[in-house]
């Protein structure tokens, strides 16, 4: 009995092996249900991509032959809603990054080309010859893509392609390695970018993106002096003294210098600071530092802001909303000129409730936008223009305002703030024409008061 003492060691050992054996057996099988998944959902994203494309190119070609204005309003809302829906697939399909950029921008004008011909067929006008070709055009393009598109579908049910691999590549760019990236999506975004540039009346046509600022003012500086201004920036209303350590060039619609500074006598991260290359402007400020939590209200936030923009000599700048989050209070100001709220011309100053600090400021759209207006006066009373609003709304307060339209046109409005069974709404009444430009919900959270 004795000489079989190794027949237990052994059993262990058997069953040790059997056991990783299964082990190893039951993760490959999870790998397997893995890459399964992941291959079915990111099919699934594509193929309904497919069929959104393909339906904008039905769609845009009903559009052509339509003679009814009524018809044609009905299609371009549905043009709108695939080329939307198209969005939202193309994120969900692991390479959309660089090389379907021109794809994605295609999906966004195209929608909103749609969405501006529905309004304006909503309005009674009609579409111009110039936009009847442009919609010739997108025909042709969503033609093109659809066919492309429908290639890829091809190759991935021959088992030619694998969503699965294609994310795990996209990992290993990540870190550095080399990107295989299937024929079809590289030449589908080469041959969109022969494309010709879209104009139409829409805020993601490329002559709006394209548009250059008008509110930078004084002579180009150098990236020292950028530096001064970035300290004298952060020194306002602040105890510490900050210390500039590294510069940088950002490209853009308003091309700047980066500035990253540090307090001199504190181990905090670094501030960033964009100054424009033109007149010297900051732009935006970010502290990233962690914020405990909140001490200070977020109508002392208001106050504490409104200081720093005059310590700026930023002035006639009003406070509309304010938005809190993470014990961080963001305050939008808008310029008041005459009387009148300027809306384009916007500021964003973000405040940290732990200790009042200014952590945060954006004045990139009011450099955009800031100018000296010649406003017109308003051909409707304000009694008139009330008398477009729904009179079922309970007006609260009311005030002219210039509002930017989808196509960053300005329009001088009345803008009736009023209460429907408690629901708080703003309408906008053209001051001009009395047409209601706009309506914004004003939602209440916990975070601060938002319009949707």
Same mark, same amino acid.
């Given at each position: 009995?004795?000489?079989? +003492? =190794?027949?237990?060691?052994?059993?262990?050992?058997?069953?040790?092996?059997?056991?990783?054996?299964? +082990?190893?057996?039951?993760?490959?099988?999870?790998?397997?249900?893995?890459?399964?998944?992941?291959?079915?959902?990111?099919?699934?994203?594509?193929?309904?991509?497919?069929?959104?494309?393909?339906?904008?190119?039905?769609?845009?070609?009903? $559009?052509?032959?339509?003679?009814?204005?009524?018809?044609?309003?009905?299609?371009?809302?549905?043009?709108?809603?695939?080329?939307? /829906? %198209?969005?939202?697939?193309?994120?969900?399909? #692991?390479?959309?990054?660089?090389?379907?950029?021109?794809?994605?921008?295609?999906?966004?004008?195209?929608?909103?080309?749609? =969405?501006?011909?529905?309004?304006?067929?909503?309005?009674?006008?009609?579409?111009?010859?110039?936009?009847?070709?442009?919609?010739?055009?997108?025909?042709?393009?969503?033609?093109?893509?659809?066919?492309?598109?429908?290639?890829?579908?091809?190759?991935?049910?021959?088992?030619? @392609?694998? =969503?699965?691999?294609?994310?795990?590549?996209?990992?290993?760019?990540?870190?550095?390695?080399?990107?295989?990236?299937?024929?079809?999506?590289?030449?589908?975004?080469?041959?969109?970018?022969?494309?010709?540039?879209?104009?139409?009346?829409?805020?993601?046509?490329?002559? *709006?993106?394209?548009?250059?600022?008008?509110?930078?003012?004084?002579?180009?500086?150098?990236?020292?002096? %950028?530096?001064?201004?970035?300290?004298?920036?952060?020194?306002?209303?602040?105890?510490?003294?900050?210390?500039?350590?590294?510069?940088?060039?950002? /490209?853009?619609?308003? #091309?700047?210098?980066?500035?990253?500074?540090?307090?001199?006598?504190?181990?905090?991260?670094?501030?960033?600071?964009? *100054?424009?290359?033109?007149?010297?402007?900051?732009? $935006?400020?970010?502290?990233?530092?962690?914020?405990?939590?909140?001490?200070?209200?977020?109508?002392?936030?208001?106050?504490?802001?409104?200081?720093?923009?005059?310590?700026?000599?930023?002035? $006639?700048?009003?406070?509309?909303?304010?938005?809190?989050?993470?014990?961080?209070?963001?305050?939008?100001?808008?310029?008041?000129?005459?009387?009148?709220?300027?809306? #384009?011309?916007?500021?964003?100053?973000?405040?940290?409730?732990?200790?009042?600090?200014?952590?945060?400021?954006?004045?990139?759209?009011?450099?955009?936008?800031?100018?000296?207006?010649?406003?017109?006066?308003? &051909? @409707?009373?304000? &009694?008139?223009?009330?008398?477009?609003?729904?009179?079922?709304?309970?007006?609260? $307060? &009311?005030?002219? %305002?210039?509002? #930017?339209?989808?196509?960053?046109?300005?329009?001088?409005?009345?803008?009736?703030?009023?209460? @429907?069974?408690?629901?708080?709404?703003?309408?906008? *009444?053209?001051?001009?024409?009395?047409?209601?430009?706009?309506?914004?919900?004003?939602?209440?959270?916990?975070?601060?008061?938002?319009?949707?």
């Amino acid at each position: 009995m004795l000489k079989r +003492w =190794w027949i237990v060691p052994t059993l262990i050992g058997v069953l040790a092996v059997a056991g990783l054996a299964y +082990w190893g057996s039951s993760v490959s099988n999870d790998r397997n249900q893995l890459v399964t998944l992941i291959n079915n959902r990111n099919q699934r994203a594509f193929l309904e991509m497919v069929g959104n494309v393909q339906n904008m190119e039905v769609l845009l070609s009903k $559009s052509i032959v339509s003679g009814s204005p009524r018809q044609r309003m009905l299609i371009f809302a549905d043009v709108w809603q695939q080329a939307y /829906s %198209a969005q939202e697939n193309l994120t969900q399909v #692991p390479m959309a990054g660089r090389n379907v950029t021109r794809t994605a921008r295609f999906l966004t004008q195209t929608g909103d080309f749609a =969405w501006s011909l529905a309004k304006k067929y909503a309005r009674g006008q009609s579409a111009t010859p110039k936009e009847l070709a442009q919609l010739n055009e997108l025909h042709r393009e969503a033609g093109f893509l659809a066919a492309e598109l429908n290639q890829i579908t091809k190759r991935s049910e021959d088992g030619l @392609l694998s =969503w699965g691999e294609i994310r795990a590549e996209s990992r290993n760019k990540l870190a550095g390695q080399p990107l295989t990236v299937p024929d079809g999506l590289t030449k589908i975004d080469k041959n969109m970018e022969e494309f010709p540039t879209l104009i139409y009346d829409g805020p993601f046509s490329d002559h *709006i993106t394209a548009r250059k600022p008008v509110g930078l003012t004084g002579s180009t500086i150098n990236s020292a002096r %950028a530096g001064d201004i970035a300290e004298k920036f952060l020194e306002v209303g602040s105890d510490q003294d900050f210390k500039v350590v590294d510069t940088d060039n950002v /490209s853009g619609t308003i #091309p700047a210098f980066r500035a990253y500074l540090k307090p001199q006598n504190a181990d905090l991260p670094r501030v960033n600071v964009d *100054i424009s290359k033109k007149g010297g402007h900051v732009l $935006s400020m970010l502290n990233p530092r962690d914020v405990a939590a909140a001490r200070i209200s977020g109508q002392k936030a208001v106050t504490i802001a409104s200081d720093f923009l005059a310590g700026q000599k930023i002035d $006639s700048m009003v406070p509309t909303y304010t938005v809190e989050q993470r014990n961080m209070a963001t305050v939008i100001f808008e310029y008041k000129q005459n009387g009148v709220l300027i809306y #384009p011309d916007l500021i964003k100053v973000k405040v940290a409730l732990d200790n009042g600090e200014i952590i945060g400021y954006d004045a990139t759209q009011f450099y955009m936008n800031h100018h000296v207006r010649k406003l017109a006066k308003p &051909k @409707l009373s304000e &009694k008139e223009a009330l008398a477009e609003v729904n009179p079922q709304l309970k007006i609260e $307060s &009311k005030r002219l %305002a210039v509002i #930017p339209l989808e196509n960053l046109k300005e329009v001088m409005v009345y803008e009736f703030k009023g209460n @429907l069974n408690g629901d708080v709404f703003i309408v906008y *009444i053209n001051a001009q024409t009395g047409d209601e430009e706009r309506i914004l919900k004003v939602v209440e959270t916990n975070g601060g008061t938002m319009t949707m």
